[in-house]
């Protein structure tokens, strides 16, 4: 299992950021999914989930401006951020989680990528 996140760097407030997740050893639409971030100084909280079926959760902070997608043919997992404010600088992982319900808990997940780094400023 392996997953290599890219399209993280430094934007100015209100500009948008695509993530991309590349995924290897296994198939993404077979499993829970998720994107997380991790501030400085701060734990790791999670983003948004996208389940085998399709299924999304949003973690309630992050509703509105981000959005999960999934693309199967490219074994790719997206993060498309809008609007971004200097809170939302954080390095953000994508992870593969392992059973249980598909809700973006750090815990829960068992794989993770190295992360792309996401700086914000005012």
């Known amino acids: 299992v392996q997953l290599v996140e890219s399209g993280g760097g430094s934007v100015q407030a209100g500009g948008s950021l695509r993530l991309s997740c590349v995924a290897s050893?296994?198939?993404?639409?077979?499993?829970?999914m998720g994107w997380f971030r991790q501030a400085p100084g701060k734990e790791r909280e999670g983003v948004a989930t996208?389940?085998?079926?399709?299924?999304?959760t949003y973690a309630d902070s992050m509703k509105g401006r981000f959005t999960i997608s999934q693309d199967t043919a490219k074994n790719t997992l997206f993060l498309q951020m809008n609007s971004l404010q200097p809170e939302d600088t954080a390095m953000y992982y994508c992870?593969?989680?392992?059973?249980?319900?598909?809700?973006?808990?750090?815990?829960?997940?068992?794989?993770w990528g190295q992360g792309t780094q996401v700086t914000v400023s005012s």
């Open positions: 992870a593969r989680k392992v059973g249980g319900s598909c809700v973006p808990v750090p815990n829960y997940f068992r794989y």
């Open positions: 050893g296994f198939t993404i639409n077979r499993y829970c």
């Open positions: 996208i389940n085998s079926v399709g299924s999304i």
